[in-house]
């Protein structure tokens, strides 16, 4: 039965494009979704049954806002900003706006290649995209030892060691003529394309010359060289054309009140990843998976064709997405692709039904927790902690748990002022009153629980804190026994709650303990690192700003400074300079 309050918001509501913000009690945005209609969308949630997940929000909500657009279009890019700016509990579609990354050949005339997250930038050309990270940097690395690219960001002013290896023409010191970087680019084109023959057959001729020049280790690095390029060409042998069209097969499937989309992304025929997306099912099948297919499309790049088996929604994306051909096949290669991706959708769903168990389980741990504390059960917990060493480069780190998982796009980074450098209480003051007071000036929503890894002393930096910045909500802290090992939270008032320590929920609190103190950790050593580098440099004739950034960005860290002789040092500063600089490192 929903109330009286819901019955009248229900009966105001336009039949017009929007987006629309479930509330509970508290005000507190649980939910943001978009629709073609209001009116029909909205009032599905509350006049008819619901399961699962969707019944779980519809019972906690109290009330809804709406937001009218003129378009559906507009309702769609709303509704991304609308969730990556609240961050709502129950919406699990748009809080990631990674993309695959991209290989980028820098146009002009001394190739130079890096990795891309976009394709914006007309000084490259971009080959892609590419699964993950990694195979990108096999693939760049594999082209920097086969080909003699430029790889140096900024131009030296002499050549550094990798002309003398012979895998680099130097653009410091002489212009490439014409018509050699056109070659270099068409071969490293034809590699990218996945016309590998031409590389595979240097490579081997390189290895054969050094093996028959007894220079074995050279040949044992030119045979792991080959070794690797069949390695990663063996993975694109998943083809389904031979042209260079970009797209995306579609394919659903459907089960005990959820569906599972999932999305195979090709590239010039090859199979290059794939996404599966398991959301309870709502309304009529075409509509949510047509929605979960423009979410998507919100945050990755358009393909030149959509494949699929969905007739009702392809006239709706033709209009949507200028220039996008969908494509409903009934048999041929575009077929078993599509059925390559029916499969992948129901292993989504054997998936998800195999972890529902566990996530139950973290919203259990959370309900018990808010009990122990006698809270609303605090679903969404930041956790605080500081680092620093002798008061060197003191930093402040949060990390953000909703749902019992870490939401890592809400992490936290904190310079701290030198004046609280090596007080641990003053500092958590510091960074708990900068982060909610800059909440409150920008109008987001608090989280339902903060603790201070610290105990007492600590929990009462964050009510200090909380005074000046003027918000409350319920802070807690760790503390810790007489053989200072974790032992429950405590509050304001110095009472204590023990925690079993082989208790899942225990173990919970320990894996939030244990992330803050990794992230805040890992944040002063990358500074510390920086710092400890700079200070090398100091009082060394001949190495000022430029070079000094020249250095870091050829070795970025103190053990390769280390592993540098004065000759490789010399390639990149004057040779009385790098002589200073190794005693200095070795002194």
Known sequence: MISEKLQRLIALLPDKPGCYLMKDKDGKIIYIGKAKSLKKRVSQYFLRPQEGKVAAMVSHVDHFDTILVNSEKESLILEMNLIQTHYPRYNIMLMDDSHYPYIALKRHRDPLLKIARSTKDNNYFYFGPFPNSSSVYEVIDLLNKIYPTRKCRNIPTRPCIYYSMGQCLAPCIEKIPDDVAENLYIQIKKFLNGDTSEAKAKIREKMLDASERMDYESAAEYKKTLDALEYITSKQNVEIT????SRDVFAYAERDGYRSLSILTYRRGRLLGKSVHVVPAFGEIDSQILDLVEQ?????ELPKEVVCRL????????????????VLPQEGRLMDAVQLAELNARQGLDSHFMSARLEDDSNA????????????????IELFDNSHLQ?????GAMVCYINGKPAKKMYRKFHLSEENAGDDYHSMKEVVARRYGRLKEEGLDMPDLLLADGGLTQVHACMEAFAEVDVHFPVFGLYKNDKH??????DAEGNTYPIDSKSPLFFLLMRMQDEVHRFAISFHRSLRGKSMTSDLFDGIDGIGPKRREI???HYPSIDALMSASVDELSQVIPEESAKALYE???S
Do not use: W
Not at 242 to 245: A, E, G, I, K, V
């Open 551 to 553: 250095l870091n960005r």
């Open 311 to 326: 007739k009702s929604i392809q006239e709706t994306l033709e209009e949507e997405f200028d220039g996008l051909n969908v």
């Open 485 to 490: 090992e974790t032992a429950g939270l405590i």
């Open 365 to 380: 741990l959370l309900e018990e927790l808010g009990r122990l504390l006698r809270i609303d059960t605090p679903y969404r």
């Open 391 to 395: 008061g060197s480069n003191p930093v």
């Open 584 to 586: 200095k490192l070795h």
């Open 296 to 300: 998507y499309y919100s945050n990755h």
């Open 242 to 245: 031979t042209d260079n069209t």
